[in-house]
């Protein structure tokens, strides 16, 4: 498949609240999760990529030097919030950002929040622009780039490892358990793996 072919399809993954319209192999499609929080919502809305015969130690092995993942695929992965946030005891304000995963070689991963939108597709790769306007206007993470964004970081909130799910999970999932005793649990899991984090309102 030919370059502009390719970013065609990878743009067309595109999705509503819940529904998939596209699902490539290789890509995935978009879901969002929901959950309450001192009364107010709280949204994530991402992408699902599948292991495809990997393991997510083989995936995450290529990752550049800075060692930062999207979180997801295709486009940014982002959070919104209507109240002011304690992720793993780390502060977000209320409002929109975006997610990232710090995950070292060997050690505990941790959910990067960003002030930073995404950049529009068009403004990568250049023969986004022959596409129709709503696609080239799609909002893509910084890949390989991040130190460019990093200013822009929110928090960096240091994840707990989870159990290992009884059924590998092919897909990247997120989910935002319902508030409990005044706390939501993040729960990211793919493969044998999962990680977790606490969402309290800040105080």
């Known amino acids: 498949m030919n370059p502009r072919a390719s970013l065609a399809a990878a743009a067309l ?5 819940t529904a998939v319209l596209a699902d490539e192999p290789g890509k995935g ?4 999760v929901s959950t309450t929080v001192g009364g107010k919502k709280v949204t994530i809305e991402y992408g699902r990529p599948p292991l495809v015969g990997q393991t997510v130690t083989e995936i ?7 060692r930062i993942w999207r979180a997801g ?15 793993a005891g780390q502060k977000v304000p209320a409002g929109n950002y975006t997610l990232y995963l710090h995950v070292p070689d060997g050690g505990p991963w941790a959910l990067v929040v ?17 596409m129709p306007e709503e696609l080239a206007d799609q909002l893509w993470p910084q890949l390989g ?3 460019k964004i990093k200013a822009k970081e929110v928090a960096r909130a240091p994840l707990k490892r989870g159990a290992a799910p009884k ?6 999932q997120i989910t935002l358990s319902p508030e409990a005793g005044g706390a939501s649990t993040l729960t990211l899991a793919w493969g044998d ?11």
């Open 145 to 147: 780039m991040y130190e």
């Open 29 to 32: 499609p978009r879901e969002t």
């Open 60 to 66: 995450m092995s290529r990752l550049p030097a800075e």
């Open 167 to 172: 059924t590998p999970v092919e897909r990247f």
């Open 114 to 130: 960003s002030s930073d939108q995404g950049t529009k597709l068009k403004d990568i790769f250049p023969e986004a622009l022959d």
């Open 73 to 87: 695929v295709d486009r940014v992965t982002t959070l919104q919030t209507a109240i002011g946030l304690q992720v």
């Open 13 to 17: 993954a595109l999705s509503t609240v």
């Open 193 to 203: 793996q999962s990680w977790t984090a606490e969402i309290k309102a800040a105080k």
